[in-house]
């Protein structure tokens, strides 16, 4: 059977929050019923409640009984109609976006400081146009009752009175006006007779409210580096080239981003240093902080879910081979732990079950089946050569083919980048076209890394 998609469903209560303010205009309201023994004026309060009560709070209310007496005086409101209002329709495809930055909040005050905090950006739909009319019941026992909660309310709505339904400061939909549009003073016929039903006046009102879709809320995206390419372009006409750069010898290129730091990444922590040198050499001794780095993008580390890109190709325009990793604070403010989302890593080349050392491992201690491949950490010459039964270099990889060890991998003929994981230690390592090293670990200069906020 189909699955009901639950992320699809949008209820915000907007109706809701309409008809609870409105009952709130008419609240705290009190009728004087006479003077007590000490000569004091003695009032009573006039509850409002909602008229289409739940059954089950009705019966509550009436004791499980037809034969309560309704206490009284009181007030029920209720929505009496609803109707589109095509006087204020405006464009229905018409959308806009804002771009929030709050105030950040001192997590130790609890109070906020004079620098930006979180940027949002919201994405806003036009609102649809609808006019409410709600009545209000004013149930009283005697003449006077009514007299004292009509002024009351007549008094105040000269004709109309604001309400706002939310303090959302994006709402752009929040303040609506409530109008007295009419009055019935009393539900008995005229003359009154010996007619004892309770006496009720009804007063209608109109609001121009807005139904509004649902809005995306976002974090902003910040410009992280701009890139500037300056090439030597020749002398020749080259308006009709498709590809202006193609070809063109590239002479220098410049990478601007708001904070210049580097990362050094090793088997353990991330390390935030200032701007590299032509040697890769953090230009300062300062200590670098990943807190106050993430508050520069206004955001604040999330251990295990906030993010960094790190970027494997040489060409830093090159995303194609981007590796994230999901890190964690530590009490080291220079550094982070962090965790590879192995989905990210380049595809593997090569799997092999172990490092080894053949100058160390005896291969008659080896047990290996066919397919059992090894990364090679020194070479196998002379007479290793013999022990083996075959001539490998250092970072070659060899395979047992079922009665002898076969060059699978050539270090010395292979210039491409390849990739192969260690299912023994679980790490990847690149081939760079002169020795392996871990994927991820190494220095990367700014350009070559970002923040996911």
Not at 14 to 32: C, E, K, P, S
Not at 137 to 166: C, G, H, R, W, Y
Not at 234 to 243: A, K, L, N, V
Request: proline letters at 5%; charged letters at 20%.
């Amino acid at each position: 059977m189909p699955v009901y998609d639950t992320n699809a469903h949008f209820y915000d209560e907007q109706l809701r929050r309409y008809l609870l303010q409105f009952i709130r205009l008419f609240g705290g309201m009190h009728v004087q019923t006479g003077k007590g023994k000490d000569g004091t004026r003695q009032f009573r309060k006039v509850p409002t409640r909602l008229a289409d009560m739940n059954r089950q709070v009705a019966a509550i209310i009436s004791n499980n009984s037809e034969n309560t007496i309704k206490a009284a005086p009181f007030m029920v409101a209720y929505i009496s109609a609803m109707q589109p209002d095509r006087s204020r329709t405006l464009n229905p495809t018409f959308q806009e976006s804002l771009q929030i930055v709050e105030k950040e909040i001192d997590a130790t005050t609890n109070a906020y400081i004079d620098r930006p905090g979180k940027r949002t950006s919201v994405s806003r739909l036009m609102p649809a146009p609808y006019v409410l009319t709600c009545n209000i019941d004013v149930i009283t026992t005697n003449t006077d009752n009514k007299f004292q909660i009509l002024e009351q309310i007549l008094s105040t709505f000269n004709p109309a009175i604001e309400i706002q339904s939310n303090t959302s400061p994006i709402d752009w939909t929040s303040l609506t006006v409530v109008e007295l549009s009419d009055i019935t003073y009393s539900s008995r016929g005229i003359p009154l007779g010996t007619d004892p039903a309770i006496d009720v006046a009804t007063l209608v009102f109109t609001m121009p409210i807005w139904i509004s879709p649902p809005v995306k809320v976002s974090r902003q995206v910040l410009i992280n580096n701009i890139i500037s390419d300056i090439h030597n372009m020749p002398d020749e006409d080259i308006s009709g080239y498709y590809d202006y750069f193609g070809d063109v010898q590239q002479l220098s290129q410049h990478i601007y981003n708001p904070i210049n730091n580097s990362v050094t990444v090793d088997g353990t922590h991330i390390t935030l240093k200032g701007q590299y040198t032509a040697d890769n050499i953090s230009s300062t001794t300062e200590t670098f902080d990943w807190t106050e780095l993430f508050k520069t993008y206004g955001s604040e580390i999330s251990n295990g879910i906030s993010r960094l890109i790190l970027r494997q190709a040489k060409d830093v325009e090159d995303t194609t081979s981007d590796v994230v990793v999901y890190i964690n604070t530590t009490n080291d403010v220079n550094k982070v732990t962090y965790t590879i989302d192995n989905a990210t890593l380049p595809s593997n080349d090569y799997t092999v079950n172990a490092s080894i050392d053949p100058t160390v491992t005896d291969p008659t201690t080896l047990t290996p089946s066919v397919g059992d491949k090894y990364l090679i950490l020194d070479n196998i010459h002379n007479r290793l050569a013999t022990n083996w039964g075959v001539i490998a270099n250092k970072n070659d990889i060899i395979q047992w083919n079922g009665s002898n060890w076969v060059v699978l991998f050539d270090s010395q003929s292979t210039s491409d980048i390849k990739y192969l994981r260690n299912t023994f230690s679980g790490r990847q390592f690149k081939w760079n076209g002169k020795e392996w090293l871990d994927t991820v670990q190494g220095f990367y200069g700014p350009g070559y890394w970002r923040v996911i906020t």
